[in-house]
Nanobody, 130 residues
């Protein structure tokens, strides 16, 4: 059974930093694209960032560009999200997501679409106070 387990969430003040981790088990991430999503109360889940299998290609939502960095360590079967200059609007549950199929990139490059991912973690809460 595939498992994705997020960690690293917490409560920090605006301007602070957090580093989220996602550890995969029973799933080899090395040839898969991996993403981070978030969902704030009363809002839809939205894509934050994606990293393709080689690690050299990443994409970000405009709201986090320049502040967040996604990375991966295939040897540790893990993906990370470094979040700097955090803002209150970054408050959300953050989810790790993994591709279902063996394709190296999301269909049509549409990494922000939830249905392009087959496996999800249970999330880690990030709360930013002003």
């Amino acid at each position: 059974q595939v498992q994705l387990v997020e960690s690293g969430g917490g409560s920090v003040q605006a301007g602070g930093s957090l580093r989220l981790s996602c550890a995969a088990s029973n799933y080899d991430i090395s040839m898969k694209y991996m993403g981070w999503f978030r969902q704030a109360p009363g809002k839809e889940r939205e894509g934050v960032a994606v990293i393709y299998f080689g690690g050299g290609t990443t994409y970000y939502d405009d709201s986090v560009k320049g502040r967040f960095t996604i990375s991966r360590d295939n040897a540790k079967n893990s993906v990370y999200l470094q979040m700097n200059s955090l803002k209150p609007e970054d408050t959300a549950m953050y989810y790790c997501a993994a591709a279902l199929d063996a394709g190296p990139t999301p269909p049509g490059g549409k990494w922000w679409l939830l249905f392009n991912y087959g496996f999800w973690g249970r999330g880690t809460q990030v709360t930013i106070s002003s």
